[in-house]
Nanobody, 127 residues
Framework: QVQLVESGGGLVQAGGSLRLSCAAS????????MGWFRQAPGKEREFVAT????????YYVDSVKGRFTISRDNAKNTVYLQMNSLKPEDTAVYYC????????????????????WGQGTPVTVSS
């Protein structure tokens, strides 16, 4: 059983930056591809970014490309989401998720492929 705990959310003005962290415990972190998803009020959960087990492959939703960067530190069992140039439409609860996979290269944009989820951290971007 893997536990995921997000942190780093908060209130920021438009154009500002935040770095989210997701600390994993209870499993072998390097065997999981990791993803970030978000859910805005009244909307469905949506994919934001994913990173492969090795960290060598990443993928982003178009709306955050060039502004957000996903990374991981397997020695620290942590995945990060650096968010720059934040916009009010980025306001949401952000969740990290772990996808057990034998592939070092695999990433996934589909929520249903992820095995474990954190509790979420809220991000509010004011205009």
């Amino acid at each position: 059983q893997v536990q995921l705990v997000e942190s780093g959310g908060g209130l920021v003005q438009a154009g500002g930056s935040l770095r989210l962290s997701c600390a994993a415990s209870g499993g072998t972190f390097s065997t999981y591809a990791m993803g970030w998803f978000r859910q805005a009020p009244g909307k469905e959960r949506e994919f934001v970014a994913t990173i492969s087990r090795s960290g060598g492959f990443t993928y982003y939703v178009d709306s955050v490309k060039g502004r957000f960067t996903i990374s991981r530190d397997n020695a620290k069992n942590t995945v990060y989401l650096q968010m720059n140039s934040l916009k009010p439409e980025d306001t949401a609860v952000y969740y990290c998720a772990a996808d057990f996979t034998p592939s070092l290269r695999a990433t996934s944009t589909l929520a249903r492929t992820y095995d474990y989820w954190g509790q979420g951290t809220p991000v509010t971007v004011s205009s």
